[in-house]
């Protein structure tokens, strides 16, 4: 009744999502260190004086605050500053006869002070150390209950990299996802005019002699600096905004809030595919919209080389980290595999790769525009793409199977041409369907259908009376003729679908069977041992190499199911441990500890790891695919959820 009444006046509910989001954040505040972030426009303006400043009132205030790793470049007031605090000493790690200093991650969690300072947020260790890049090191002494400071600058955010590149003109290669930034407390702006920062510059205070007066000619020059402080501030205006309105939402504060957007961001394996999920992402923050990036392998093109294999890992890899869904699709017609996913998907907003040729009016992008009704479309074009040589730009009229299968049939007319009164028409028949078949096996259904019809013609015009034109005195031939080529159709389709079935087939079955069969498995068994020995058997199903199942006993981790000879050393246990005392993947195929021979995944469900799956692959790069690297996680997803109703 009293739910009715608010009703009738007109009370707003908070937006459950929203509510979900803070008692989600609130959750992880409770459990987890907080993250306080020093967000700068270009070196020099103060991140890690402020920084060091801060961590001094913090501790006058009766905090335990060390020094984790701080670079103060030799600056001497940052260096005064630094020396009034504790500082835990680096690990000094040797590679190629040089000595590297890092944090020693293991020493700060061993001293568990209650805030640590760790400069340069976006730094990518020194190979051989636990996690690939500083972040990630952040990320698990915020698990610890470690509250970290640290300092980077705005041309480190990944989804921002392609717009600074253009600015600047200068790849970042050291970038930190958008997803990370999710995780702070609070993203402290250290600003400082332009005019400013150059005049500390001039005066030695950020580069020492000449560096000063290079560095001002080129990366630091009013222009750049201009727009780099422009998109820090706007970086920082759109991440408030959304503060904002989560907070109105989960307060039900009257607004006027739009219907769920959905934007569709279709790339294809491109040296710009990644650019593109870099916009979509920036474009779904503006939007406050849900974002999935799309890629469709045409059946008729073939598989991909290695170089497009990699744009498209690199660029999904992106979408992953900046929180998007990733959908994975092979089809006879990307055009057509858009659009249903779009209007099956209640997507909202389809962006496009820009067309760069002059063949628009046949390519997929023109008919997903004309045939989208009701679903916006925008147009991606790549800042700073160089212009495409005119050749290029004119489309290929004749596709590569057109003309092949044009000389194969010009090659099988000139053989019946020579043997014409040797032997039977009816072989001759046979001879001209070979191309009819060739382009079946080896090319696309287009193709063969077009060898098909071509030679039906070429075969009345030379080989059926009156010879020479279309006209046909003897229906019998062109009868016989037309009902092998009916059947090399046929075969052609089937030759076409087994070509494009099979490979993903043999994909997909691992998957299923690891997954689908996985979950039958588990759901009708009640005793523990039974599940381990499920487990077991269906991580050997999945791909060649040895496995292991690892449990918690008496403080560490045992052995209880998997094969004898897998290969622990000190180093694959380690590994082992730590992503069982993390609830994070590890090892081989991932960016912590990818050093391992194994491949490590936490069994954990509702925030509780149960155990670890070792996977030792014959061929992990061959395994760990765009399209199977998730099976061992929802393996281990799948094994702990059925460990945790056993054990209710």
């Given at each position: 009744?009293?739910?009715?009444?608010?009703?009738?006046?007109?009370?707003?509910?908070?937006?459950?999502?929203?509510?979900?989001?803070?008692?989600?954040?609130?959750?992880?505040?409770?459990?987890?260190?907080?993250?306080?972030?020093?967000?700068?426009?270009?070196?020099?303006?103060?991140?890690?004086?402020?920084?060091?400043?801060?961590?001094?009132?913090?501790?006058g205030e009766g905090n335990d605050v060390v020094i984790g790793y701080v670079e103060t470049h030799k600056r001497v007031e940052t260096d005064t500053l630094a020396s009034r605090l504790e500082t835990i000493p680096p690990a000094r790690i040797w590679y190629q006869g040089l000595e590297i200093r890092e944090m020693d991650l293991d020493a700060v969690i061993a001293r568990k002070p209650a805030i640590v300072l760790v400069d340069e947020l976006a730094h990518t260790n020194a190979p051989n150390s636990r996690h690939l890049k500083r972040y990630q090191d952040i990320e698990e002494l915020l698990r610890a209950g470690i509250s970290v400071y640290t300092t980077v600058n705005i041309q480190h955010i990944d989804s921002l990299n392609n717009a600074i590149s253009q600015i600047t003109g200068i790849q970042v290669s050291e970038t930190v996802p958008d997803t990370f930034f999710d995780l702070a407390h609070d993203i402290r702006l250290i600003d400082l005019t332009p005019e400013a920062l150059q005049t500390r510059m001039k005066a030695g205070k950020v580069y020492l002699g000449d560096m000063a007066s290079q560095a001002i000619e080129h990366f630091f020059s009013t222009g750049n600096l201009v727009a780099l402080r422009q998109l820090t501030l706007r970086y920082l205006a759109q991440r408030t905004d959304?503060?904002?309105?989560?907070?109105?939402?989960?307060?039900?504060?009257?607004?006027?809030?739009?219907?769920?957007?959905?934007?569709?961001?279709?790339?294809?394996?491109?040296?710009?595919?990644?650019?593109?999920v870099r916009a979509a992402y920036r474009d779904s923050l503006r939007m406050n919209a849900e974002w999935v990036v799309i890629s469709v392998e045409e059946e008729s093109s073939g598989?991909?080389?290695?170089?497009?294999?990699?744009?498209?890992?690199?660029?999904?890899?992106?979408?992953?980290?900046?929180?998007?869904?990733?959908?994975?699709?092979?089809?006879?017609?990307?055009?057509?595999?858009i659009l249903r996913y779009a209007r099956q998907h209640n997507v909202t907003t389809i962006m496009l790769?820009?067309?760069?040729?002059?063949?628009?009016?046949?390519?997929?992008?023109?008919?997903?525009?004309?045939?989208?009704?009701?679903?916006?479309?925008?147009?991606?074009?790549a800042?700073?793409?160089?212009?495409?040589?005119?050749?290029?730009?004119?489309?290929?009229?004749?596709?590569?199977?057109?003309?092949?299968?044009?000389?194969?049939?010009?090659?099988?007319?000139?053989?019946?041409?020579?043997?014409?009164?040797?032997?039977?028409?009816?072989?001759?028949?046979?001879?001209?369907?070979?191309?009819?078949?060739v382009s079946a096996w080896f090319f696309s259904r287009r193709a063969s259908l077009f060898a098909a019809v071509v030679s039906i013609f070429v075969f009345d015009i030379a080989?059926?009376?009156?010879?020479?034109?279309?006209?046909?005195?003897?229906?019998?031939?062109?009868?016989?003729?037309t009902g092998y080529v009916i059947i090399a159709f046929m075969i052609s389709h089937l030759a076409n679908r087994l070509r494009y079935l099979l490979p993903q087939i043999r994909e997909s079955e691992a998957t299923v069977a690891a997954v689908a069969g996985l979950s039958k498995d588990l759901v009708e068994t009640s005793d523990y041992d039974?599940?381990?020995?499920?487990?077991?058997?269906?991580?050997?199903?999945?791909?060649?190499?040895?496995?292991?199942?690892?449990?918690?006993?008496?403080?560490?981790?045992?052995?209880?199911?998997?094969?004898?000879?897998?290969?622990?050393?000190?180093?694959?246990?380690?590994?082992?441990?730590?992503?069982?005392?993390?609830?994070?993947?590890?090892?081989?195929?991932?960016?912590?500890?990818?050093?391992?021979?194994?491949?490590?995944?936490?069994?954990?469900?509702?925030g509780l790891v149960y155990g670890v799956l070792a996977f030792a692959f014959q061929n992990p790069d061959a395994v760990l695919t765009l399209e199977t690297k998730g099976v061992p996680e929802s393996m281990a997803q799948l094994g702990a959820l059925a460990l945790e109703r056993l054990m209710k």
């Amino acid at each position: 009744m009293a739910l009715n009444n608010s009703l009738l006046r007109g009370e707003r509910r908070p937006a459950p999502e929203d509510l979900l989001t803070l008692a989600n954040a609130e959750e992880r505040s409770n459990r987890e260190g907080k993250l306080i972030v020093y967000l700068g426009y270009a070196a020099g303006v103060g991140k890690t004086y402020t920084m060091l400043w801060d961590a001094l009132q913090l501790r006058g205030e009766g905090n335990d605050v060390v020094i984790g790793y701080v670079e103060t470049h030799k600056r001497v007031e940052t260096d005064t500053l630094a020396s009034r605090l504790e500082t835990i000493p680096p690990a000094r790690i040797w590679y190629q006869g040089l000595e590297i200093r890092e944090m020693d991650l293991d020493a700060v969690i061993a001293r568990k002070p209650a805030i640590v300072l760790v400069d340069e947020l976006a730094h990518t260790n020194a190979p051989n150390s636990r996690h690939l890049k500083r972040y990630q090191d952040i990320e698990e002494l915020l698990r610890a209950g470690i509250s970290v400071y640290t300092t980077v600058n705005i041309q480190h955010i990944d989804s921002l990299n392609n717009a600074i590149s253009q600015i600047t003109g200068i790849q970042v290669s050291e970038t930190v996802p958008d997803t990370f930034f999710d995780l702070a407390h609070d993203i402290r702006l250290i600003d400082l005019t332009p005019e400013a920062l150059q005049t500390r510059m001039k005066a030695g205070k950020v580069y020492l002699g000449d560096m000063a007066s290079q560095a001002i000619e080129h990366f630091f020059s009013t222009g750049n600096l201009v727009a780099l402080r422009q998109l820090t501030l706007r970086y920082l205006a759109q991440r408030t905004d959304r503060q904002m309105v989560t907070h109105m939402r989960a307060r039900a504060i009257p607004g006027p809030w739009p219907a769920v957007e959905r934007i569709l961001v279709a790339i294809r394996p491109s040296p710009y595919a990644e650019a593109m999920v870099r916009a979509a992402y920036r474009d779904s923050l503006r939007m406050n919209a849900e974002w999935v990036v799309i890629s469709v392998e045409e059946e008729s093109s073939g598989p991909p080389s290695e170089q497009e294999r990699a744009w498209l890992s690199s660029a999904t890899e992106t979408a992953r980290k900046l929180g998007g869904k990733i959908v994975l699709y092979r089809g006879e017609d990307v055009a057509n595999e858009i659009l249903r996913y779009a209007r099956q998907h209640n997507v909202t907003t389809i962006m496009l790769g820009k067309p760069r040729g002059l063949d628009i009016l046949i390519s997929p992008v023109y008919r997903i525009m004309r045939r989208s009704t009701g679903i916006d479309i925008i147009l991606f074009d790549a800042k700073g793409a160089p212009a495409l040589p005119i050749e290029r730009q004119i489309p290929r009229l004749i596709p590569r199977d057109y003309l092949i299968t044009l000389v194969l049939i010009l090659a099988a007319t000139l053989l019946n041409y020579l043997l014409l009164g040797t032997i039977s028409t009816t072989n001759l028949i046979i001879i001209q369907l070979l191309p009819v078949v060739v382009s079946a096996w080896f090319f696309s259904r287009r193709a063969s259908l077009f060898a098909a019809v071509v030679s039906i013609f070429v075969f009345d015009i030379a080989f059926v009376a009156p010879y020479y034109t279309l006209s046909i005195s003897d229906w019998e031939y062109f009868i016989s003729f037309t009902g092998y080529v009916i059947i090399a159709f046929m075969i052609s389709h089937l030759a076409n679908r087994l070509r494009y079935l099979l490979p993903q087939i043999r994909e997909s079955e691992a998957t299923v069977a690891a997954v689908a069969g996985l979950s039958k498995d588990l759901v009708e068994t009640s005793d523990y041992d039974e599940v381990l020995t499920i487990l077991a058997d269906h991580m050997h199903s999945f791909a060649p190499g040895k496995v292991s199942i690892l449990v918690p006993e008496d403080g560490g981790l045992k052995v209880v199911r998997g094969d004898e000879d897998y290969p622990f050393t000190d180093k694959e246990r380690t590994i082992a441990r730590w992503v069982y005392d993390n609830g994070e993947m590890a090892g081989k195929g991932t960016d912590t500890l990818p050093g391992g021979t194994g491949h490590y995944v936490p069994m954990k469900a509702h925030g509780l790891v149960y155990g670890v799956l070792a996977f030792a692959f014959q061929n992990p790069d061959a395994v760990l695919t765009l399209e199977t690297k998730g099976v061992p996680e929802s393996m281990a997803q799948l094994g702990a959820l059925a460990l945790e109703r056993l054990m209710k």
